[in-house]
């Protein structure tokens, strides 16, 4: 199903994501109780579908995270790569909303407001949500260009979480160097393919109410900002840690915990369900499988789906 629209927002890049004004990260620790295969595709194919039928939502992608890759880096001194293992998240939802009014329609809707809250604990064991300043979050490159992957990355990829140091500057002075310092330098290496950068306020309580979920961070170490980072190949990642950018990076940051991204899920990009988003991705991958491309043409979804299939565009919806 196609995903973008005539007359889709966009910036001056072309990059449809840079549109959003808002972004919601959450970073989350799955159920022990439960294998995590069925904590995953619970979080997929259930639980991530409810996204799909809410008002207000840009784009809602699902990244499942391996553990984390300290060797990756050079040494740099005064800061640590390590990250303990009940620290490390598994996966971690990226919402996008065009407006604080998308974002207000979206969490006052009976899905958003009551059942995905209640939901969370059947396959989350922890959860800390939060958003991230308006405007601050952007994707300064895009050479994948895939507006809503599905699966394994094409190419290896990462979110860098990095940790303040105690006593470094407020955290607009944190943001500001990690956009523009750390970020804008990477973004011109020609190994880097896709490079966003999301700033975070300090973590204080979850921006979203998941009950019966904790919400206290698993480790005394949070996160003030993450980098999504796509790159050629691996080495590419220890090229950047090199001169200036790792001499400054001790002054504002104590760790950074490095997660390749496993699988990415999109659920809604540019403001309309995927495929996935409406069907889930079992049905998704057997109809590709089978060929049935006719089940895959909006005039069918429509029929089964009604105005979901619209999105942001829906009858009723007003931005």
């Known amino acids: ?13 072309g990059l449809v994501e840079n549109a959003a004004e808002i972004a919601l990260t959450a970073f989350c620790w799955w159920r022990t109780d439960l294998p995590q295969d069925v904590c995953e595709d619970y979080w997929r194919d259930v639980h991530g579908i409810m996204f799909a039928r809410a008002p207000g939502l840009w784009q809602y992608r699902q990244l499942r995270l391996a553990a984390n890759r300290p060797d990756l880096w050079p040494a740099v001194p005064d800061v640590s790569f390590d990250a303990p293992d009940g620290a490390q998240p598994q996966g971690m939802p990226h919402g996008l909303f065009l407006s604080e009014a998308d974002l207000a329609a979206f969490g006052s809707h009976p899905l958003a407001r009551e059942t995905i809250p209640h939901d969370t604990r059947t396959f989350i064991s922890r959860i800390g949500a939060q958003l991230s300043p308006p405007g601050g979050g952007r994707t300064l490159v ?11 990355p094409a190419v290896p990829t990462f979110v860098l979480c990095f940790v303040p140091r105690a006593g470094a500057a407020p955290a607009e ?43 206290r961070w698993p480790a ?3 996160y003030l900002g993450w980098i999504e980072l796509a790159v050629r190949d691996e080495g590419v990642a220890g090229d950047l840690l090199r001169g200036s950018v790792a001499d400054e990076l001790a002054e504002h940051v104590t760790a950074v915990h490095t997660y390749p991204v496993r699988e990415i899920y999109t659920i809604i990009a540019a403001g309309r369900p995927t495929e996935v988003g409406l069907r889930g991705y079992p049905a998704v991958r057997t109809i ?23 999105g942001l565009d829906q009858p009723g919806w007003r931005r």
Not at 178 to 203: D, F, I, K, S
Request: charged residues 30%.
């Open 1 to 13: 199903m196609e995903n973008r629209r005539s007359g889709d927002v966009a910036d001056a890049d």
């Open 142 to 152: 895009d050479r994948v260009n895939d507006p809503a992957p599905q699966g394994a």
């Open 173 to 215: 002075a944190f943001h500001r160097h990690l956009t523009e310092r750390v970020a804008r330098p990477w973004n011109g290496h020609p190994g880097v393919l896709r490079l966003r950068v999301e700033p975070l306020p300090p973590y204080g309580r979850s921006a979203m109410s998941s009950p019966g979920v904790p919400h």
């Open 220 to 222: 005394d170490e949070t």
């Open 288 to 310: 590709t499988a089978a060929g049935a491309d006719d089940q895959r043409g909006e005039a069918v979804l429509r029929l089964l789906y009604g105005d979901a299939v619209r």
